[in-house]
């Protein structure tokens, strides 16, 4: 955050370098970094036109007043040429600050929508001064004087000035390939020493983090950049596996490869990538509950934007918390047994077992896994699986007695003579009381995805939930007439924001 509270928190609580003031807690962090031999990067941040009401009551600001289209009732105005000349030197300031603290270099975020972005494109960017432009290269102006003040300010001693553009806009009319392409010499003569190469703004009608979008699907930005510039260029999005982000770089197609999600999900998974432990990693699924909760606050009117909680990944349950939970050795360990080898059953032994607990996993099924094997098989669901891997190789390095085809009574479980039980069987399904529900041409979507019944040539679903819509995305696929009955005026409503439209679109 470079200029609170005009440049605003947009989504949630920020890290702030636009006072003095900040320079400790921001050393301490940096600190604490350096202190496990990793640098570290501070990325620079005006949310410009991306800032709901619920942050400020300042209007947010943009090249133009143009709102944009993710929050078109919050329309910015147009910065004045001295506020854009006061902005340069604001940044620079930021930067300067950041390193008096000790970090290794900053990034200027220039894409996604935030503010830098909006004066790099022709569909935000309709200014008449010297800061707007018909060409890619005036456009860029704002940008280039924020890296030339920022170099004159710490651009010495091995600092490093990264840039993080949308190479595409992904929207109609708006930033181009050979936008960029035109553009990134020139941030290299300002300055710029590394890019970090993303992909679309928010508001493009495409997607570009959920599942359904494939791996690596955005490292053509990175090529593109490096056929124009000689400094390192970084792919990003959609790159979860130590072995894709291995065959980028040696293929040439990037130079570094940047992940944030899949550091969330293992926060260890360079040191185990490093060490040859793939198996050992928990690989991000791009469920994407953890941007869900950040958008959300950012599109519903009247959500509390400060939030104090840390943030959610549907994976890592310590995120957020690591300092102030650690796990730590059971001081009297017990014999555990775990009935269920689902994902709930398998993470209680999981961590049990990291505990020093000796732990016992009875599962009914001839395979471990539980409704995650379910789950990994409609269309774009195939992450799943990594984490079921995960899980089932959890077991064996953490010597989890896991007894299969195993069959649970009262009696079995005291003949175990266990000091604790854990439950982990999972839900039952709620079938309406309809006429005809037992009929043989009705299944659950259980039976449906794991093949233990099929269906015919029409199919109806009850319930247009997410596992509704995925069985219907999954019998569409193979062919089959569906049609979703659903008691709510809309489909998918369980779905997280980044999610539900994208499934929506696909049913249709």
Known sequence: NVDYPESGMGINATLSADHDAYIPGLKKLVDAIHNHGTKA?????????????????VQPVAASAIPSRLLP????????????????????????????????????????????????????????????????????????EIIRRIKQKVGRNGFIIGCKPSVEQGVPGGITLEDSKRTAPLLVEAGVNMFNAWAWWHEAPGHTTISAVPRGAFVYLAEALKEVVSVPVGAVCRINDPRLAARIIAERRADLVIMGRALLADPYLPKKAAEGDLDDIRMCIACNTCLDEEFSALLTAGVERHNPNPPVCSLNAEIGMEGEQKMKPAEAPKKVLVVGGGPAG??????????????????????????????????????????????????????????????????????????????????????????????????????????RKGVGEKVVIIGGGMGGCETAEF??????????????????RDLGVTNRGAMRERIK
Do not use: C
């Open 41 to 57: 990067i501070m990325q620079l941040l005006h949310t410009g036109p991306l800032r709901s009401e619920g942050i400020s009551s």
């Open 73 to 144: 009732k919050t329309p910015p105005r147009e910065l004045t040429t001295q506020e854009v000349e006061d902005l340069i030197e604001k940044h620079a300031q930021a930067a300067r600050r950041i390193q008096q603290a000790g970090f290794d270099g900053v990034e200027i975020g220039a894409g996604q929508g935030y503010l830098v972005s909006t004066f790099l494109s022709p569909l935000t960017n309709k200014r008449t001064d010297r800061f707007g432009g018909d060409t890619p290269e005036a456009r860029a102006t704002f940008l280039l």
């Open 346 to 451: 398998m993470e209680v032994a999981r961590v049990a077992s990291l505990r020093g607990h000796k732990v016992t996993l009875w599962e009914s099924k001839d395979r471990l896994g539980g409704s995650l094997i379910p789950s990994a098989v409609p269309p774009h669901k195939e992450e799943i699986d990594g984490l079921l891997n995960y899980l089932t190789y959890q077991m064996k390095k953490l010597n989890v007695k896991v007894e299969l085809n195993k069959g649970t009574t009262p009696e079995a479980v005291l003949k175990e003579e266990a000091d604790e039980v854990v439950i982990a069987i999972g839900a039952s399904h709620i079938i309406p009381k309809i006429p005809g529900v037992e009929g043989e041409n009705v299944s659950t979507a259980i039976e449906l995805l794991t093949g």
């Open 475 to 492: 019998l569409a696929s193979k062919g089959k007439k569906v049609t979703i009955v659903e008691i709510l005026s809309r489909i998918a």
